[in-house]
T-cell receptor, first 113, second 113 residues
Framework: DSGVTQTPKHLITATGQRVTLRCSPRSGDLSVYWYQQSLDQGLQFLIHYYNGEERAKGNILERFSAQQFPDLHSELNLSSLELGDSALYFC????????????FGPGTRLTVL | DAKTTQPNSMESNEEEPVHLPCNHSTISGTDYIHWYRQLPSQGPEYVIHGLTSNVNNRMASLAIAEDRKSSTLILHRATLRDAAVYYCILRDGSGGSNYKLTFGKGTLLTVNP
């Protein structure tokens, strides 16, 4: 158990819909990262937040957005969902003392039908 | 991001050492070498990282070539629980807040009882 929690564990929805994935980092960690893992693209970095501010953006689609709240939990919003958005979405956090180590949550499996 | 090359798969026997190679011939002076692993149905897990010197921790050892163009992750005594996909990742350490990880395809390690 990494200490990072993600909800829900599974999500099944239809094309065109909007969903919100939630992540709670380890206690005391200020950084939150989002990654997408699909069969064809592998594990891809989406976005990094540090203490509520966006720090880096990766291959994140315009239909996707994220934010980190004052209590440090983060949400990833996916809208106008397409079949190709079906994937595992991982959240990770890292401690202030060691940014080199990211602790990953168990992931949210999104299925778009 | 600088590229890494790993074998697609490797096999080992339980309780024997495992040497997982990684080539990164285009590594730059500020690139950190990270290793993560992903067990079946779980999120990635940090294993070890280094810059120039060899590193040891409770999970593994990292041996870095003198010219830094290759590295080897060493599991001293493989167990069945070490069966996973192992990712060798270069992270650009030159920027102040660039902590994103770029995952490749990794090496699938099979451990035989």
């Amino acid at each position: 158990d990494s200490g990072v929690t993600q909800t829900p564990k599974h999500l099944i929805t239809a094309t065109g819909q909007r969903v919100t994935l939630r992540c709670s980092p380890r206690s005391g960690d200020l950084s939150v990262y989002w990654y997408q893992q699909s069969l064809d693209q592998g594990l891809q970095f989406l976005i990094h937040y540090y203490n509520g501010e966006e720090r880096a953006k990766g291959n994140i689609l315009e239909r996707f957005s994220a934010q980190q709240f004052p209590d440090l939990h983060s949400e990833l919003n996916l809208s106008s969902l397409e079949l190709g958005d079906s994937a595992l979405y991982f959240c990770a956090s890292s401690p202030r003392t060691s940014y080199n180590e990211q602790f990953f949550g168990p992931g949210t499996r999104l299925t778009v039908l | 991001d600088a590229k890494t090359t790993q074998p697609n798969s490797m096999e080992s026997n339980e309780e024997e050492p495992v040497h997982l190679p990684c080539n990164h011939s285009t590594i730059s002076g500020t690139d950190y070498i990270h290793w993560y692993r992903q067990l079946p149905s779980q999120g990635p897990e940090y294993v070890i990282h280094g810059l120039t010197s060899n590193v040891n921790n409770r999970m593994a050892s990292l041996a870095i070539a003198e010219d830094r163009k290759s590295s080897t992750l060493i599991l001293h005594r493989a167990t069945l629980r070490d069966a996973a996909v192992y990712y060798c990742i270069l992270r650009d350490g030159s920027g102040g807040s660039n902590y994103k990880l770029t995952f490749g395809k990794g090496t699938l390690l099979t451990v035989n009882p």
